[in-house]
């Protein structure tokens, strides 16, 4: 299972922060979650969310192992 962590915004609209969630990639999840919740679906579609895997941000699709943690993170702002 994979630790699902949401950030700023995306936990907001999701109503939770962290989830153990079963899924082999992040194409997966990012699909497992999205049909979960529309807001959600359209939220972590908008440009500028990223993910990272294991605390490195990725670019694209990935493989989740046993005990991978996925957290999505919201455009950044600030000056």
């Known amino acids: 299972m994979a630790r699902v962590l ?3 915004r ?3 609209i999701a109503g939770w922060r962290e989830r153990e969630v079963e899924s ?6 990012r699909a497992l979650l999205s049909g979960e919740d ?10 500028g969310v990223q993910v990272a895997l294991d605390q490195a941000i990725v670019r694209g699709d990935a493989a989740l192992g ?5 957290a ?8």
Do not use: T
């Open 38 to 47: 529309a807001d959600l679906a359209e939220a972590l579609a908008r440009p």
């Open 72 to 79: 999505f993170l919201p455009p950044m702002s600030g000056g």
């Open 66 to 70: 046993a005990g991978s943690e996925v």
């Open 6 to 8: 949401l950030f700023g």
């Open 24 to 29: 082999a990639s992040i194409a997966a999840l």
């Open 10 to 12: 995306l936990s907001d």
